[in-house]
Structures are given as structure tokens and as C-alpha cells.
């Protein structure tokens, strides 16, 4: 198989994987702990604002909802989860598919951190790594677990891949 079309496809199949992983990780700490994960219509409401030159905002959740703003969020969740086992797969090589380990996906996943922090975060009006929220250090934290869960989710997709490519 051409080695780009390798890399678009184990892309998508990893990160769509390791993205189920993450989402089943939200469930159980949800139903099990009432802790809730993002909202992911949040994500849909800043994307959405992108049509009218706003990037940023004060307060994110006193911002006017869109039209479609949970479903345009979940696509991203998982455009974003594709993209980043994209990124997984330009460093290592589409061979990480083939004999996956778990360094590289653990690391993918725990600097995966640096966009909500730096990027979303911020233009949410929530602040540096949270620092404007009630509990920046419990709301780090968290992300830094969900985080790793998606980085554990990398190498459990990318190894069933490699089971059935074998």
C-alpha cells in the first residue's frame, strides 16, 4: 500500500480508536465519580463563532449558542483525535502500526495537552492551563489524565491494528 495512503488510513482508524477510548473514559468517570468531561458543545460554539472573526472570548458559556454547535464540537473532538494520530504516525512512521509500542503513543497523548491548555482554554476565557477557572490545578489534572487515557487509547487501537494487518 502507497505509504501515504498509510498513513490517511491508519490515521484515521488510530485516532478514531484511541478518540472511543477517551469518550469511554468520560462515560465511566461520569457515571461512576459524576465527573463531568467537556462539553463538547463548547467546542462547536467557539468553532462556530470562526465565521464571524472571533477566536476568542471572554466566557465561552455566556457566549451565544450556534445552530448545530454539539454536533459541529463532537466532530471536531474527533477531527482533532484523527489529527493528532496523524501526527503520532509522521514521527514514528506508518511502521508504529505494524509493531506498535507504548512510549510514543503516551507521549503523543500527554503533549496532546498543550492544545487545550495553550489554545483552547484561553480562547474559552478560561485562562493559561485553566488558571482563570474555580480549581486550576483539579481542572489540569484532569486533563492531563484525560489525556493520557487518549495517549493509552493510541497504542490499544494502533495494536489492534497491527493484529489485523498481520
Known amino acids: 500500500m502507497n505509504t501515504y495512503l498509510e498513513l490517511v488510513i491508519f490515521s484515521l482508524i488510530i485516532g478514531v480508536g484511541a478518540t472511543i477510548v477517551m469518550d469511554i473514559y468520560a462515560v465511566i468517570i461520569k457515571r461512576?465519580?459524576?465527573?463531568?468531561?467537556?462539553?463538547?458543545?463548547?467546542v462547536g460554539r467557539w468553532i462556530g463563532h470562526?465565521?464571524?472573526?472571533?477566536?476568542?472570548?471572554?466566557?465561552?458559556?455566556?457566549?451565544?449558542?450556534i445552530k448545530?454547535?454539539?454536533?459541529?464540537?463532537?466532530l471536531a473532538h474527533y477531527l482533532i483525535g484523527i489529527s493528532f494520530?496523524?501526527?503520532?504516525?509522521?514521527?514514528?512512521?506508518?511502521g508504529y502500526a505494524y509493531q506498535p509500542t507504548f512510549?510514543?503513543?503516551?507521549?503523543?497523548?500527554?503533549?496532546?495537552?498543550?492544545?487545550?491548555?495553550?489554545?483552547?482554554?484561553?480562547?474559552?476565557?478560561?485562562?493559561?492551563a485553566a488558571s482563570k477557572t474555580p480549581n486550576p490545578a483539579l481542572a489540569r489534572?484532569?486533563?492531563?489524565?484525560?489525556?493520557?487515557?487518549y495517549g493509552i487509547g493510541l497504542y490499544l487501537a494502533a495494536l489492534l491494528l497491527s493484529i489485523a494487518l498481520s
Open 103 to 128: 512510549w510514543p503513543a503516551i507521549t503523543i497523548g500527554l503533549l496532546t495537552t498543550i492544545a487545550p491548555w495553550f489554545m483552547m482554554q484561553p480562547a474559552f476565557g478560561f485562562g493559561i
Open 141 to 149: 489534572f484532569r486533563s492531563l489524565k484525560a489525556h493520557a487515557i
Open 32 to 42: 461512576f465519580f459524576n465527573i463531568a468531561s467537556l462539553d463538547y458543545r463548547i
Open 85 to 94: 494520530a496523524f501526527l503520532l504516525l509522521l514521527i514514528w512512521g506508518t
Open 50 to 65: 470562526f465565521k464571524n472573526g472571533v477566536f476568542s472570548h471572554k466566557n465561552i458559556l455566556q457566549t451565544a449558542p
Open 68 to 74: 448545530n454547535e454539539r454536533a459541529l464540537g463532537w
